[in-house]
């Protein structure tokens, strides 16, 4: 594998080695950033709290891990998320937990927990490893050196492993429809602009957005109305799958159970948040591995060593701490959620030492704390020992949050890197991927971290080296 790319200016701006990075100076990796990530100005990687004005008011970017936990967990209720923020969720995919506040969103948060707590989740992991193993075939039918959009098959993998874990053998027809309405909510989502803040006009168009997506998931609704009459009838056989257990979830407090319209709700919400995001990472993941060829050598060298050709289980995942650690450095430099939803300071407060007047937009951006000069050496550089546990132990818990923190942490976050660890497991035991002749790779911030112009790749096949020495080619291996 060529480390070529990494000495171009093809490459994107924020991930090559040091010396790399010492030839392009930091506003020329910039300037070929568009929007949000262009925009941001290098203090805002350098200071604890950066503060500016914009017509909307003042707004502060928090950085300091102690002044970030007084935001996301010791002072939470001070800073709820913007009522415009939980209204374009509830616009567009209804009342579920992105779409939900105050109470509403306790209690299904509540009720939802223990859906995804680790050991439940764990109960999803061998659904998930055969999707991933059917995924593969895939691959390997293909002709070798087969041109790939990484991006697009890292979307459709986590599309397929996301509808089996909720619907397990339902999830052929119910699969489809949710991504019909999620497509309708892409498309409102891309129109909205900034007609949607004006005073009267604003309001307007956001009930016509309802009503147009109300209509367009009609035939969802229709269709998790009538699964979940009949699986109430037939009663529940062998493994619970999501949708089983939010159906059976109740809470403890109250006994309240969610409703089939609550329940559709969280099912949309879940494909929304669950399935782009881990694209996301496996796709950043995929990139980095091709411009570092001593992390991808380690990473092979791992699951060789650890599976011998076999393909990975759930049970594996312990026992493979670097392909763990190699995710996490991705999602470092490139976190799915490049910003958490901005929150607004109900009363007047200091962060970091810096007076926050009540009415602040508060902005919590991983992609900037993830980068963050005065939080991690060398930031820039890919090096995914930073996730040894030596090198983990004084790490201030908020200098790393790609899954964000405190109440409204993503409830999927176990789920979410089992995921991540088994499919770049069985994956990248089999193939590698360098980036395509050309391929102009940088990113894109759209609620998640995207490509501008795709990840075109070329996928290469593997010998596998077994545990008994002998070197197997990886098309062989069942
Ligand atoms: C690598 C993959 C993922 C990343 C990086 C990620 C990141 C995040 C982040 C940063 C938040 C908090 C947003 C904020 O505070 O403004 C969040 C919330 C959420 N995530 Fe994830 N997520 C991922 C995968 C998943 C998966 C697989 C699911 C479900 C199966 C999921 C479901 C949710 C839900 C429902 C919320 C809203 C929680 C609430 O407000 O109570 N996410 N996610």
Same mark, same amino acid.
């Given at each position: 594998?060529?480390?070529?790319?990494?000495?171009?200016?093809?490459?994107?701006?924020?991930?090559?080695?040091?010396?790399?990075?010492?030839?392009?100076?930091?506003?020329?990796?910039?300037?070929?950033?568009?929007?949000?990530?262009?925009?941001?100005?290098?203090?805002?990687?350098?200071?604890?709290?950066?503060?500016?004005?914009?017509?909307?008011?003042?707004?502060?970017?928090?950085?300091?891990?102690?002044?970030?936990?007084?935001?996301?967990?010791?002072?939470?209720?001070?800073?709820?998320?913007?009522?415009?923020?939980?209204?374009?969720?509830?616009?567009?995919?209804?009342?579920?937990?992105?779409?939900?506040?105050?109470?509403?969103?306790?209690?299904?948060?509540?009720?939802?927990?223990?859906?995804?707590?680790?050991?439940?989740?764990?109960?999803?992991?061998?659904?998930?490893?055969?999707?991933?193993?059917?995924?593969?075939?895939?691959?390997?039918?293909?002709?070798?050196?087969?041109?790939?959009?990484?991006?697009?098959?890292?979307?459709?993998?986590?599309?397929?492993?996301?509808?089996?874990?909720?619907?397990?053998?339902?999830?052929?027809?119910?699969?489809?429809?949710?991504?019909?309405?999620?497509?309708?909510?892409?498309?409102?989502?891309?129109?909205?602009?900034?007609?949607?803040?004006?005073?009267?006009?604003?309001?307007? @168009?956001?009930?016509?957005?309802? +009503?147009?997506?109300? &209509? #367009?998931? !009609?035939?969802?609704? =229709? $269709?998790?109305?009538?699964?979940?009459?009949?699986?109430?009838?037939?009663g529940h056989e062998g493994p619970k799958d999501l949708i089983d257990r939010l159906m059976a979830a109740r809470d403890a407090e109250t006994g309240g159970r969610l409703t089939a319209k609550e329940i559709r709700d969280e099912i949309v919400t879940i494909y929304v948040a669950g399935h782009e995001t881990t694209a996301?990472?496996?796709?950043?993941?995929?990139?980095?591995?091709?411009?570092?060829?001593?992390?991808?050598?380690?990473?092979?060298?791992?699951?060789?060593?650890?599976?011998?050709?076999?393909?990975?289980?759930?049970?594996?995942?312990? @026992?493979?701490?670097?392909?763990? +650690?190699?995710?996490? &450095? #991705?999602? !470092?430099?490139?976190? =799915? $959620?490049?910003?958490?939803?901005?929150?607004?300071?109900?009363?007047?407060?200091?962060?970091?030492?810096?007076?926050?007047?009540?009415?602040?937009?508060?902005?919590?951006?991983?992609?900037?704390?993830?980068?963050?000069?005065?939080?991690?050496?060398?930031?820039?550089?890919?090096?995914?020992?930073?996730?040894?546990?030596?090198?983990?132990?004084?790490?201030?818990?908020?200098?790393?949050?790609?899954?964000?923190?405190?109440?409204?942490?993503?409830?999927?976050?176990?789920?979410?890197?089992?995921?991540?660890?088994?499919?770049?497991?069985?994956?990248?035991?089999?193939?590698?991927?360098?980036?395509?002749?050309?391929?102009?790779?940088?990113?894109?911030?759209?609620?998640?971290?995207?490509?501008?112009?795709?990840?075109?790749?070329?996928?290469?096949?593997?010998?596998?080296?077994?545990?008994?020495?002998?070197?197997?080619?990886?098309?062989?291996?069942?």
């Amino acid at each position: 594998m060529s480390d070529h790319a990494l000495e171009t200016s093809e490459t994107p701006p924020l991930a090559g080695s040091k010396e790399a990075m010492r030839a392009r100076p930091r506003r020329e990796r910039r300037r070929r950033q568009e929007g949000f990530f262009g925009a941001i100005p290098d203090k805002a990687y350098q200071e604890p709290v950066f503060v500016g004005r914009s017509i909307f008011g003042r707004w502060a970017v928090v950085s300091d891990p102690a002044a970030v936990r007084r935001v996301l967990v010791e002072q939470w209720a001070n800073y709820p998320k913007t009522k415009m923020d939980i209204e374009f969720f509830n616009a567009i995919f209804g009342g579920g937990l992105l779409g939900l506040d105050g109470e509403d969103w306790r209690l299904h948060r509540r009720i939802m927990a223990p859906a995804f707590d680790p050991r439940t989740v764990a109960s999803y992991g061998p659904a998930m490893a055969s999707t991933i193993q059917s995924f593969l075939a895939r691959w390997d039918a293909l002709p070798d050196e087969a041109p790939i959009d990484m991006s697009e098959e890292m979307t459709a993998l986590t599309l397929e492993v996301i509808s089996r874990t909720v619907f397990s053998a339902d999830s052929g027809e119910m699969g489809s429809l949710v991504r019909d309405v999620l497509l309708r909510g892409a498309e409102t989502s891309a129109a909205a602009n900034l007609l949607d803040l004006a005073p009267v006009i604003g309001p307007w @168009r956001m009930r016509r957005r309802k +009503r147009e997506l109300a &209509e #367009a998931s !009609r035939p969802l609704d =229709a $269709a998790i109305e009538k699964l979940l009459a009949e699986r109430e009838s037939r009663g529940h056989e062998g493994p619970k799958d999501l949708i089983d257990r939010l159906m059976a979830a109740r809470d403890a407090e109250t006994g309240g159970r969610l409703t089939a319209k609550e329940i559709r709700d969280e099912i949309v919400t879940i494909y929304v948040a669950g399935h782009e995001t881990t694209a996301s990472t496996l796709s950043w993941t995929w990139y980095v591995l091709s411009q570092r060829p001593e992390p991808l050598a380690r990473l092979q060298a791992e699951l060789d060593a650890e599976l011998g050709g076999r393909a990975p289980e759930p049970g594996d995942l312990a @026992r493979l701490p670097y392909v763990r +650690r190699v995710v996490e &450095e #991705a999602m !470092r430099l490139y976190p =799915a $959620a490049p910003g958490l939803s901005s929150r607004r300071a109900v009363a007047d407060d200091e962060l970091a030492g810096v007076r926050i007047p009540k009415g602040t937009s508060v902005n919590v951006l991983p992609w900037i704390i993830h980068r963050h000069e005065q939080l991690w050496e060398d930031p820039e550089t890919f090096d995914p020992d930073r996730f040894a546990p030596e090198r983990s132990a004084d790490r201030p818990r908020f200098a790393y949050l790609p899954f964000g923190g405190g109440p409204r942490v993503c409830i999927g976050q176990v789920l979410a890197m089992n995921e991540s660890i088994l499919a770049l497991a069985a994956l990248g035991q089999r193939y590698s991927a360098r980036l395509a002749p050309g391929a102009d790779v940088a990113p894109k911030a759209n609620i998640t971290l995207q490509f501008q112009h795709g990840l075109p790749m070329i996928l290469e096949r593997r010998a596998i080296a077994r545990a008994d020495g002998k070197s197997v080619a990886a098309e062989a291996v069942a």
